[in-house]
């Protein structure tokens, strides 16, 4: 039933190329707090992010880089039971800049 | 800042079209209005399909046809039930849609945020920028007094602020005046921008001048999720999406990007977009709540406009609208109240509430306050089973093959018989129009 593997096409990392960002460099707005094990709901964000920001390391833990994030807020309410990311909007101004929306 | 002043009259914290449509209304009254904006600009943060309905922005600004940027005006709407290879189709067509003053437009959000924005500046309100709000600022007693922003300085004071934040609200949430969404209440669109030259589209989707055609579609595309994808022309590009509710996505190991481009690979769809160049990859939250996800929208000095008040009827696809009628009724209220110099309190701001009871906002969600429910809970039924026995009924009525129609019609019913069962499919429509009525 999820089997999309046939799915031709761009890796989403060439879809956000196409994207303006202003990133605030040294400031993400979303960080991953420290864990052990992911839950489940956390675990879900790597395939889940429709930018990908979400990737589980070699280490066993969930990381995140916000530079890509397209500001949906899908990550802060999949994960707000556990608290394990902790979300706010970037700073006035910097993020993703819609050219259409 | 020179022109910042001790208090405003309303802080308006965002500008979507709920926020735009309050802020122009109380500006335009002489009110004295400061919006906050987190983007470079109005629709620097914004996504939407997009279609726009007229009637609630010409309650607004009735002159709109002669300035906003709009991309084409609907003359069609093709609704679509798939499986993988087909669709079976509702198209409605008419000339009557290339009327004087057409009722839907598609739009770009960014485009036409900013025009609506710069009606704002224009009638008077204080637009404020790249300023995120942080949280709101309570005197003893709790009433909300004002914001604080992530520039340095002061708070920002008025008698009451109209939260227009969008969908994900973090500062209502923040200060306790709702809950966070729930998952199962809220969907995650993906869209990308197809561009083609204007003639290659008017000749793909039969169309002339600044006609222009939707379809929205759901079926087997949503892979046994909640959801539907859509398809809007625009002057020269075409907006496709797809969205399903966050908590489908969840329970699934369906990637986002990944359904999009299936939906965009499907026989169906392929053809419409071949030779386009992508310039835009977007997501957003679409708060599909309804009636029953609605949260608490006025209190002490604040009221709640727009997809932060859940006000997005998802059986028709509209949101913009009911976010404008919601921005446009609380700057009413709010000017009412001024009038009279009241104070701008819990009692007083409930006549809000009372106001939206008389529109079709809360009429079109009460009406289907069971709807949300009722296709998640058979979401295997609705977005999988029907989809593959329409499908495979049309496949087997159309396709002539010597079989006598007589044996045709009796394969399609039981196959229906088999997938469903007599009791089951009663009881579908039975479901159905109890939700619907």
């Given at each position: 039933m999820t089997d999309l593997a046939i799915a031709p096409g761009p890796k989403v990392e060439e879809k956000l190329f196409q994207n303006r960002y202003l990133v605030d460099a040294g400031k993400p707005h979303i960080r991953v707090r420290p864990h052990e094990v992911p839950s489940a709901s956390l675990l879900a964000m790597t395939t889940l992010c429709p930018a990908g920001c979400y990737a589980l390391a070699e280490s066993g833990q969930v990381e995140v880089?916000?530079?890509?994030?397209?500001?949906?807020?899908t990550c802060r309410i999949v994960t707000k039971a556990t608290g394990e990311v902790e979300w706010n909007y970037p700073?006035?101004?910097?993020?993703v800049l819609y050219k259409f929306g | 800042m020179a022109e910042m002043q001790d208090r405003f009259d309303v802080i308006v914290v965002g500008a979507g079209p709920s926020g735009n449509a309050a802020a122009y209304t109380l500006a335009k009254e002489g009110l004295n209005v400061i919006q906050i904006e987190?983007?470079?600009?109005?629709?620097?943060k914004n996504v939407q399909g997009a279609i726009l309905y007229a009637d609630a922005l010409e309650k607004i600004i009735p002159e709109f046809r002669e300035e906003a940027p709009l991309e084409r005006h609907v003359i069609e709407q093709r609704m679509w039930t798939m499986d993988d290879t087909s669709h079976t189709g509702m198209h409605y067509r008419s000339s009557?849609?290339?009327?004087?003053?057409?009722?839907r437009y598609t739009i770009l959000r960014a485009q036409f945020d900013k025009w609506f924005s710069s009606k704002v500046k224009e009638a008077g309100a204080l637009v404020l920028c790249?300023?995120?709000?942080t949280e709101l600022v309570k005197d003893l007693t709790g009433q909300v007094i004002g914001v604080r922003t992530d520039r340095s300085g002061n708070p920002i004071f008025a008698k009451v602020v109209i939260l227009a934040?969008?969908?994900?609200g973090l500062v209502g949430q923040r200060s306790g005046l709702r809950d966070e969404i729930a998952p199962e209440s809220v969907a995650l669109a993906v869209k990308e921008m197809h561009f083609l030259p204007r003639e290659t589209i008017e000749a793909r989707f039969n169309l002339r001048g600044n006609e222009g055609v939707v379809i929205e579609a759901m079926g087997t595309i949503t892979k046994g999720m909640t959801g539907t994808g859509f398809l809007y022309t625009n002057e020269e590009s075409i907006s496709v999406g797809i969205g399903c509710i966050v908590s489908d996505f969840a329970e699934s190991n369906v990637t986002p990007s990944q359904l999009l481009e299936a939906f965009k690979a499907h026989p169906s769809i392929a053809p419409l977009l071949e030779g386009s160049e992508v310039k835009e990859y977007a997501a957003h939250l679409i708060p599909e709540g309804g009636y029953k996800a609605i949260?608490?929208?006025?209190g002490d000095g604040w009221i709640v406009v727009g997809d932060a008040g859940q006000f997005v009827n998802a059986v028709h696809r509209e949101g913009s609208n009911l976010a404008m009628t919601t921005g446009r009724v609380a700057a009413e209220t709010v000017v009412a109240l001024h009038r009279r110099g009241e104070e701008m309190d819990a009692l007083a701001l409930k006549d809000y509430e009372r106001r939206l009871e008389a529109t079709f906002v809360m009429k079109d969600l009460r009406k289907y306050k069971g709807i949300p429910a009722l296709l998640h809970a058979n979401k295997g039924t609705f977005f999988g089973a029907y989809p593959r026995l329409i499908s495979q009924a049309m496949q087997t009525w159309f396709r002539?093959?010597?079989?006598?129609k007589k044996t045709k019609e009796k394969a399609i019913f039981r196959n229906f018989r088999e997938t469903r069962s007599v009791w089951g499919m009663l009881g579908d429509a039975w479901r159905v129009a109890r939700a619907w009525r």
């Open positions: 880089a916000a530079d890509g994030c397209l500001e949906c807020g700073r006035g101004g910097f993020g | 987190r983007g470079e600009y109005s629709g620097s009557d849609f290339n009327e004087e003053k057409p009722n790249e300023t995120t709000v934040e969008g969908v994900n949260p608490r929208l006025t002539v093959d010597g079989i006598d």
